[in-house]
């Protein structure tokens, strides 16, 4: 089904789906700092081409910083975790040999 172009902010724009794995699309697979890096690059040359207009390039470059982020703390919370579960261990090791 093709959408009609809708008006957001004053520009009538098209309304592409976002994409979906699910229906044979390919996935951007934003799922490392390093694919994240490489979609931002990808943005940023496309805006200097011309290719990409500037104000969707800065929407676009946000919310990739924002899933960056993301990835950030959750590699974070994970980390931590496996800290936390590596102390617990060596803590009840150390109580049992005393």
């Not at 703390?73 to 005393?98: F, I, M, Y």
Request: include cysteine; charged fraction near 30%; hydrophobic fraction near 35%.
């Amino acid at each position: 089904m093709i959408k009609k172009p809708e008006l957001i902010e004053g520009q009538w724009l098209p309304a592409n789906p976002t994409p979906s794995h699910k229906k044979g699309k390919v996935s951007l697979g934003l799922k490392t700092i390093e694919s994240v890096r490489l979609e931002m690059s990808r943005v940023y040359r496309e805006c200097r081409t011309g290719a990409l207009d500037p104000a969707i390039a800065t929407k676009l470059t946000f919310i990739l910083s924002q899933i960056g982020r993301l990835i950030e703390v959750s590699d974070l919370e994970s980390r931590v975790g496996q800290l936390e579960n590596t102390n617990e261990n060596t803590t009840e090791k150390a109580h049992r040999k005393s």
